[in-house]
């Protein structure tokens, strides 16, 4: 289970930070910045925070709040067209940095889920696994994929038949099924090789 050690080991303000969405074949890439304050931290915060992936859906829900309640926090994306063009290292790279200058201070520290640190402001940690290690890694983690889950089941909604409500835009079967049978949207990654042999609608 994620803790604060690694927060506690540095000095000053520390963020964690981690993303959601480098794989899917549609839908933005998005990143959260999440600053823990140990003297504010509920104690279900500290007991239950877990990478985001082995969590169901409702006690993801309900830590999402929390920590939105609780945390110092924000969200920002990569666009499909940043991802196509600059390709989706990049982008995002890009989105953990518009995350981190929207949280709007001054950053001593940033923790960092995976190996390739990021342009930041800030000296950078990389925590491979990170957020099953890190506290504030693994709130990035909730509210970065509870903004991104919420965002392609509003996309669904205006494009019928992919199944993104359920498969987030990941390339699953009924996913590719549908994009040889229907094509791609605005919001499919072109430059993604299942994507590109489609011509756009």
Request: aromatic share 4%.
């Amino acid at each position: 289970m994620p803790d604060l050690s690694l927060e506690r080991s540095l000095t000053g303000i520390v963020v964690g930070v981690d993303e959601v969405g480098r794989g899917p074949l549609a839908g933005p890439v998005v990143a959260a910045a999440v600053i823990i304050d140990p003297a504010t931290l509920p104690a279900e915060l500290a007991e239950r925070l877990d990478d985001s992936k082995k969590l169901s859906a409702a006690k993801r829900q309900h830590l999402d709040q929390l920590v939105r309640a609780h945390c110092h926090f924000a969200i920002a994306e990569a666009s499909v067209a940043e991802i196509d063009r600059l390709n989706i290292l990049k982008a995002t790279f890009l989105a953990m940095q518009r995350a981190v200058a929207g949280l709007g201070r001054a950053i001593d520290h940033a923790l960092v889920d995976g190996n390739r640190p990021p342009p930041l402001p800030c000296p950078v940690t990389c925590v491979v696994g990170g957020d099953g290690k890190s506290l504030s890694i693994a709130a990035a983690s909730v509210v970065a994929k509870e903004y991104r889950d919420r965002l392609m089941r509003d996309l669904d909604v205006q494009f019928p038949g992919y199944g993104w409500a359920k498969n987030a835009g990941y390339g699953t079967k009924a996913h590719l099924e549908a994009l040889r049978r229907l094509g791609p949207t605005p919001h499919h990654r072109i430059s993604f090789a299942p994507v590109a042999q489609f011509e756009l609608m």
